[in-house]
């Protein structure tokens, strides 16, 4: 195991119980994990390992949002339907789109 998972892996021994935990954990040692697996061990990994608690993570711009495990409302829906009225589109949050993607000098 690399010296830099081992700090990694004992962080993620305290973390409280979730999905994703334990699949990130076998990830670290080496062991593969499928498409939907690796979705979940992301998540976790990407939520501090719940640390703060098993909540939607509610960055619908996130591509694995609609797969995110704590994630609220219907499964079915496509986030990225909304990402026009969300925060990446003038909304609370990150400001408009050009603010975040300025056209190039020409």
Same mark, same amino acid.
């Given at each position: ?5 081992? %700090?990694?892996? &004992?962080? $993620? @021994?305290?973390?409280?119980? +979730? *999905? %994703?935990? +334990? /699949? /990130?954990? &076998? ?5 593969? /994990?499928?498409? !939907?697996? @690796?979705?979940? &061990? ?10 703060? !608690? ?6 619908? @711009?996130?591509? $694995? ?5 704590? *994630?609220?409302?219907? *499964? ?8 026009? +009225?969300?925060?990446?589109? !003038?909304? =609370? %949050? /990150?400001? +408009? &789109? #050009? #603010?975040?993607? =300025?056209?190039?000098?020409?």
């Amino acid at each position: 195991m690399k010296a830099d998972l081992t %700090g990694r892996i &004992a962080f $993620l @021994a305290a973390a409280p119980t +979730s *999905r %994703g935990k +334990s /699949l /990130l954990g &076998a990830y670290w040692q080496g062991q593969p /994990l499928t498409r !939907g697996t @690796a979705i979940l &061990a992301k998540c976790c990994e990407c939520m501090g390992y719940y640390r703060d !608690g098993r909540v939607d993570c509610q960055i619908v @711009a996130c591509p $694995l949002y609609g797969f995110m495990p704590y *994630r609220e409302g219907q *499964r079915d829906e496509c986030p990225a339907e909304n990402i026009a +009225s969300n925060s990446l589109h !003038g909304g =609370p %949050g /990150l400001g +408009s &789109a #050009e #603010e975040l993607d =300025p056209p190039v000098p020409g």
